[in-house]
């Protein structure tokens, strides 16, 4: 009897116990997407938090979403400020997105301690997106793109819902950036986000050196930016053939890089091979198609054209940005051990001095089934 007693007090207490600290769902503010900007010396921290009484019809109402701003010194004040503006308990379970704005990417200590806080705090998921912008974070997450009432998710299901067509754009997840970032010493990459013409659109990359904002590459340049890092399926190269625009939408697509060190000079080998159809041209000289010889001059002109667009994007990367964000320190590592361990005290000043060299195959396998 007694052993029956004590079974059901340890039952009831452990019952009891677990509901402590609970927190009902409607009083819990769920951050959505969150900006973060520099103000003078202060950190200015903008929260999306969706309005679930509306969301879920328990109230009336049109506002699906809150906007809260707060200000301080380090992003755990401000997570602390935040519940003195509100009734809810903060919460980032559901966070999507973070956005650096401009002036904060130009704070390279700001970034540091940002991204240790992100870190050390497991209520951020490692895969949350991070974007940046060229305007501030708040601004971004303050416009309503397409009637979408959210910016934060509407910018994650872009990424997700697209991934193939945006790669280009290199999405870029937080524990991958952090991970980067420690690697490097601070030399990173995230995609750029405007908002333009009532849309959020992805437009080119900020690039970052020493945990600092370095310059914006151009969106002209994401698709040779994805081929070099064999990531560019279902991006398209346009070549004029006697004056005609034709698409080559590539299919498929493998990258290799090549080294070698020859009288101190690093040479860095980018080999492209690709498949793809062409899939419009001209419906009078449609014929033209069939023919092998022709298409063997497509072929030719595609490869031609990727291997200058290689080439101008590499020029600006060596030149302008004067880092290596094209993932070539970690394919020297695993492909020439020798050349690596010779190089990789100085990695930086041998990349930028590299001589480049670009060849690209092509292959198109369908043209269309009408003859």
């Not at 497509?298 to 290689?310: G, H, T």
């Not at 993932?327 to 001095?353: C, E, G, M």
Request: with cysteine; glycine share 6%.
């Amino acid at each position: 009897m007694k052993i029956k007693v004590m079974a059901i007090l340890v039952i009831c207490s452990i019952l009891l116990v677990g509901c402590w600290d609970k927190v009902e769902l409607n009083d819990r503010a769920y951050v959505i997407s969150l900006a973060l900007d520099d103000i003078g010396d202060l950190l200015e921290v903008t929260y999306t938090i969706p309005n679930l009484p509306v969301i879920t019809a328990q109230s009336g109402g049109e506002a699906t979403k809150f906007i809260k701003v707060t200000k301080a010194e380090t992003l755990t004040q401000a997570n602390r400020a935040f519940g003195k503006k509100s009734n809810l308990r903060i919460n980032f379970d559901h966070t999507k997105v973070i956005i650096f704005g401009a002036d904060f990417l130009n704070d390279p200590h700001n970034l540091r301690k940002v991204l240790d806080h992100f870190d050390r705090n497991p209520e951020y998921s490692k895969a949350l997106l991070l974007l940046g912008t060229k305007e501030t974070g708040k601004k971004l997450l303050e416009s309503v793109p397409n009637g979408e009432e959210t910016t934060g998710i509407y910018l994650s299901q872009v990424f997700i819902n697209n991934s193939l067509e945006t790669i280009s754009a290199k999405t870029i997840e937080l524990g991958d950036f952090i991970s980067q970032m420690y690697s490097t010493e601070g030399n990173g990459v995230m995609p750029n986000v405007i908002f333009r013409d009532n849309e959020v659109i992805v437009d080119g990359l900020a690039i970052l050196r020493d945990y600092q904002l370095r310059g914006w590459m151009e969106d002209k340049y994401m698709t040779p930016y994805s081929w070099i890092l064999g990531k560019g399926k279902e991006t398209v190269a346009l070549v004029d053939m006697e004056g005609v625009l034709v698409p080559y939408e590539i299919s498929d697509l493998t990258s290799k890089m090549d080294f070698e060190l020859k009288d101190g000079l690093l040479k860095i080998k980018i080999s492209i091979s690709s498949e793809g159809d062409v899939s419009e041209y001209i419906l009078e000289d449609k014929d033209k198609l069939f023919s092998t010889s022709y298409i063997a001059e497509i072929e030719n002109e595609v490869a031609n054209s990727m291997e200058e667009d290689i080439y101008e994007l590499m020029n600006i990367i060596q030149e302008e940005y004067g880092i290596d964000i094209i993932n070539a320190y970690n394919n020297l590592k695993t492909s020439n051990r020798k050349v690596w361990k010779t190089t990789k005290s100085d990695w930086q000043n041998f990349f930028n001095a590299a001589a480049i060299e670009v060849e690209c195959k092509v292959n198109i396998r369908r043209v269309g089934l009408s003859k």
